[in-house]
């Protein structure tokens, strides 16, 4: 199954993944196309056992990141760096999860997105923090505060994916710091 989940790697970071063909996955593999079939029922089952394999650890390297820094906003400033450079130093990872499997609705139903919709909860709890210990106005909506800043992380990276370009995790953080913490704070 390790050569099967490397080999559609190695070709996502080539081609599109609509692109890819069962046999072109064996054959980079080395394996039988019926293995393939045997682990994976469907090809969206395997992009989403690659993108479980990409997230898993940065899901869990967040939650130690975030501990020890102290106040709301340096933990969304945090968080923010660290999604702005998961998606620069994982440009596969990232062609995945925003344009390749969330306009899929087998996507919502997987193992992935529960640990990303846990991501999602984890934002949120900084949010409330910072609303509760006025670092984050009392009219902020957290839900909606929360999605714009996802929805800012994947605009600002999704040109630069689309066209190969250079993401630079810390630019991109000031830039997108300093216009989200003038509103909120």
């Given at each position: ?78 968080l923010i ?100 913490f003038r509103?909120?704070?």
């Open positions: 199954m390790v050569k099967i989940l490397e080999a559609i790697t190695q070709l996502l970071e080539k081609k599109e993944f609509e692109a890819i063909t069962w046999a072109e996955i064996a054959k980079t593999a080395g394996v039988n196309e019926g293995l393939i079939y045997k682990y994976f029922k469907t090809s969206r089952n395997l992009l989403h056992v690659v993108l479980h394999d990409f997230m898993h650890p940065f899901l869990v390297e967040i939650e130690t990141d975030l501990k020890g820094i102290e106040g709301s906003l340096n933990q969304l400033r945090r760096w660290l999604h702005f450079d998961l998606y620069a130093s994982n440009r596969v990872l990232a062609k995945i999860l925003l344009l390749e499997v969330r306009n899929f609705p087998g996507y919502f139903d997987s193992d992935i997105y529960q640990g990303i919709q846990g991501y999602g909860r984890q934002i949120l709890e900084i949010i409330d923090r910072g609303i509760q210990n006025g670092e984050i106005h009392q009219d902020i909506v957290a839900k909606d505060l929360r999605q714009i800043i996802l929805g800012s992380i994947e605009h600002l990276c999704l040109p630069k994916i689309i066209f190969g370009r250079p993401i630079s995790p810390d630019e991109l953080t000031v830039s997108c710091c300093n216009i989200l509103q909120i704070g």
